[in-house]
């Protein structure tokens, strides 16, 4: 089993939804990072939080610490937000922000 | 501020050449991550070094492949002797030290596609 775990892995929606991305994770962690990537393209960090709830634009990421799941979610969706969206888990302790352990991505298509 | 710089974008080599993947972290940044995506797959970590010192290469694999972050210069990782297998895109990311106000903390490089013939 990954210690990072994503759901689901394909989501397909039309232009104006809202849309749901899950990320559970088993390890012990400093911090939750979400991540966008486009084909053949870097990666963007979107949210990098420890608790609670951000907001950027339309994006929101939550996290809830007791349960180990994250969510980000996309209001209003925009065949532009087709990307893939990875999570990833920054090991506890130390002193940076760690090493990442990824989930497997999330790939989605938003059609106009 | 420019933000991580990798270089270069692109990188052929022919089976048994080295391959020299450079990143330079963004400015104030003092930590380095190297991470592989293999084609079809997830990114893995592969090293995690600060200026002159490797703190954590757990996901380097054995032979062939090396890194180092000198005090002057570039983050450089280094493999020797290329197969097809290392065909990858490679990411690097800095950070700055823990609890520096005013800083998001990670931010990726736009990777080196490397591709093996």
Same mark, same amino acid.
């Given at each position: 089993?990954?210690?990072v ?30 991540l ?77 | 501020?420019a933000?991580?710089m ?9 089976? $048994? ?10 400015? =104030?940044? *003092?930590?380095? %991550?190297?991470?592989?995506?293999? !084609?079809?797959e ?22 062939r ?7 002057? $210069? ?10 097809? =297998?290392? *065909?990858?895109? %490679?990411?690097?990311?800095?950070? !700055? ?8 903390g ?12």
């Open positions: 089993k990954n210690e775990e994503q759901s689901p892995q394909n989501l397909t929606a039309q232009e104006g939804e809202f849309i749901t991305i899950n990320c559970s994770y088993s390890v012990g962690i400093s911090a939750l990072h979400w966008q990537q486009h084909p053949g393209g870097g990666i963007v960090s979107l949210f990098m939080l420890s608790s609670g709830k951000k907001k950027h634009g339309r994006l929101i990421a939550t996290i809830n610490i007791q349960e180990k799941h994250s969510s980000l979610h996309i209001t209003a969706s925009h065949p532009r937000d087709s990307a893939v969206y990875i999570c990833a888990a920054a090991n506890a302790g130390g002193t940076s922000y760690g090493k990442l352990t990824f989930g497997q991505g999330t790939i989605l298509t938003v059609h106009p | 501020n933000g991580v990798q270089n270069p974008r692109h990188l052929v080599r022919r089976r $048994g050449q080295e391959a020299r993947l450079r990143c330079s972290p963004m400015k =104030g940044h *003092s930590h380095v %991550y190297w991470y592989r995506q293999l !084609p079809e997830g990114l893995k970590f592969m090293v995690y070094l600060q200026k002159e010192n490797i703190i954590d290469e757990s996901g380097m694999p054995k032979e492949f090396s890194a180092e972050f000198p005090k002057e $210069g570039p983050s450089i990782l280094r493999i020797q002797q290329v197969v097809r =297998g290392d *065909s990858a895109a %490679y990411f690097c990311a800095s950070s !700055p030290p823990p609890r520096t106000p005013g800083s998001y990670y931010t990726f490089g736009s990777g080196t596609r490397l591709t093996v013939v």
